[in-house]
């Protein structure tokens, strides 16, 4: 059974840092690309940043040089640091692991609160 298993969200004023993680089992994380989405209230689930196996990044430009996407292929984990927060990344956080070579096997978390007060 595949699990993907986030923490790290919570409550932070504007400026503050979060680090999330995501770990995973029952699959093998290196066939799959590893990546970070966030819903807020009333909008579509965004890509924020994902990450290959071979530890090639792609970021949203809303989070750019703010965020930062890694893994550790060892530990099956990846991470998200979130730096400078601000109020419009208040959002739930949701992990996605998506095979590398078939996008249609993909697998979610349940999803991490993130907060960011003003």
């Known amino acids: 059974q595949v699990q993907l298993v986030e923490s790290g969200g919570g409550l932070v004023q504007a400026g503050g840092s979060l680090r999330l993680s995501c770990a995973a089992s029952?699959?093998?994380?290196?066939?799959?690309?590893m990546g970070w989405y966030r819903q807020a209230p009333g909008k579509q689930r965004e890509l924020v940043a994902d990450?290959?196996?071979?530890?090639?990044?792609n970021y949203a430009d809303s989070v750019k040089g703010r965020f930062t996407v890694s893994r550790d292929n060892a530990k099956k984990t990846v991470y998200l640091q979130m730096n400078s927060l601000k109020p419009e990344d208040t959002a739930v956080y949701y992990c996605n692991a998506k095979n590398r070579w078939v996008a249609t096997i993909a697998y979610w978390g349940q999803g991490t609160q993130v907060t960011v007060s003003s």
């Open positions: 990450i290959t196996s071979d530890h090639v990044t």
């Open positions: 029952g699959i093998s994380t290196s066939n799959f690309r």
